[in-house]
């Protein structure tokens, strides 16, 4: 993990509120890089609890967000979108004056919407998503590297202090991200179409085939190297997190699946009527992107990303 | 590369015709597993073959094919499913009356329609597909490994005599592969599902993001962590190759994408009603197959499949 690209003044104290992946791989990478003096956990489950009581994430455990914040200086949420305003309201009475709170949801119009009338006006809420996960879950799931060289995006109110935004930002890099600050709005327009709609459709065709009477579910299982495998990946995520997301992001999500399904449509016809010249086309201009994503370092050109190992290479038809 | 796990008699001689990334990696695999005396090359750019040369494939290289098959014990054709007819018609004059033919296309009902018609009835026809492969095509693109520990799919005519089908057999397991043999039929159908509709819908959604107004492709391509990623890797994939996947298994992917579309119009039903439990009951659902992949060595459960390296770790939202 590199260094943080400048000093941060660690923190006296910070509180995480949610154990899952992304809060154990904030309280790791937070150790690690000396983010705070002291970091607070809370979970709301006994078991999680115990478990990072065992993996030695926090200095100190509490079951109750509002005993957890008391005197941090920066507060993330880690729960899922759908329940981020209850634990507001729980953990506001507990709060200093001048906390930060921060969040790492991956919709952030409703997280705006939802936290923020909980809390004092005099703390600064600085709502942040971390682009980066795996399909797994859990405190066990986490590590210190998860964020690094990836983007963070912090999507504040016009009205947020600067010092606040300044203090969220300087977090993030030191746990190795790039940092980008946009609208709540755009942010969840951008992450409909690079996330939430391609989930949407991982989700569907692995249930789609899951449904199948002329193919077996064994036959779906072992043939899956031409392409449906990393489609089974992407759908393996967390299922209440995905809920949440499109409970909470549903005007983007249904204008980016509108379009998508108007593009099908016509990838449908050109396949009807045979027309091999707009398939060729399709299936052409497309690599261009790909090409961009490769440019910016946030993938590999190697044909197996180093899976060849394992002989997992993907792509076969 | 293990051994193969029985020894199969080293053919004679050998032709591939077409050297794209299969047809280049048959021609390595084939080499080191000692699978015949002596490999002949064919392929109609003046620049493949030219690399051909310098890459040392073949013992003796081609331009025209029906020069390419005389003598030879076994031809694979490894050219785009649209042209496998006529490159078969070209070829037939060099058959010699025992030959087998052979070839990679990853559709095969047509394949049969268009090939057999013009192979003399003494000559074996042996269709098979590995379904292994990267998103790379040409000579370079191609290596001995990676048909190891990956499926092929024999889908030989009723009538075709069995020492035909036990020499493609042995062929592809000597180049690491589990075989496996079904109607060619049967074999479209598991293909729409696991491989040709998930290819349609990765270059599908590349497409609507690429045109999106409010979103520039600049924040598409720094995003895509968030799952649009993968998409674009699949949807990277030789264009040649997919239109005419689409143009020669058209029946059952538009059976299949059907499927697929009506699936996806009921989870838009769910977002659009906030039906929190039926995504959930969608999202949790499809973890068994995924799990069901992983047990069977397919693929790896590791969060990133070894990417941690590259800071790609994918899955985010």
Chains 1, 2 share one sequence.
Request: include cysteine; hydrophobic fraction near 45%.
């Amino acid at each position: 993990m590199p260094e943080a690209p400048f000093a941060i003044p660690p923190l006296k104290r910070i509180a995480i509120i949610g154990m899952g992946l992304i809060g154990s791989s904030i309280a790791r990478g937070a150790r690690r890089q000396n983010i705070a003096s002291e970091i607070v956990i809370s979970d709301l489950s006994p078991i999680v609890r115990d478990r990072v009581v065992e993996l030695r994430l926090a200095d100190r455990v509490e079951a109750r967000p509002e005993e957890a914040v008391i005197d941090a200086d920066l507060v993330i949420l880690c729960v899922p979108v759908g329940v981020a305003g209850d634990v507001a309201k729980q953990m506001a009475s507990g709060l200093k004056s001048d906390a930060v709170v921060s969040d790492v949801g991956s919709v952030k119009a409703a997280v705006l919407r939802d936290v923020r009338p909980f809390l004092p006006a005099s703390v600064g809420f600085v709502p942040a998503h971390p682009v980066a996960g795996t399909e797994h879950s859990g405190p066990d799931a986490g590590f210190a590297e998860l964020f690094v060289n990836r983007w963070c995006i912090l999507t504040p109110a016009e009205n947020e202090p600067a010092n606040a935004i300044e203090m969220v930002r300087n977090v993030w890099r030191a746990l190795g991200s790039n940092v980008e600050v946009m609208s709540a709005a755009h942010h969840d327009l951008v992450l409909a179409i690079t996330s939430h709609v391609p989930h949407l459709i991982a989700y569907n065709i692995v249930g789609t085939a899951a449904d199948l009477e002329e193919v077996t579910r064994s036959e779906v299982i072992k043939f899956s190297a031409g392409g449906f495998r990393d489609f089974t990946r992407i759908a393996a995520s967390d299922p209440t997190m995905w809920r949440d997301i499109f409970l909470h992001n549903k005007g983007a999500v249904l204008e980016m699946l509108s379009r998508f399904k108007k593009d099908l449509d016509a990838a449908q016809r050109m396949i009807e009527d045979e027309n091999g010249p707009g398939l060729f086309e399709l299936f052409t201009r497309t690599r261009a992107i790909r090409r961009g994503i490769i440019e910016l370092g946030q993938e590999t050109a190697a044909p197996d990303f180093g899976r060849r190992g394992a002989q997992n290479s993907p792509g076969g038809s």
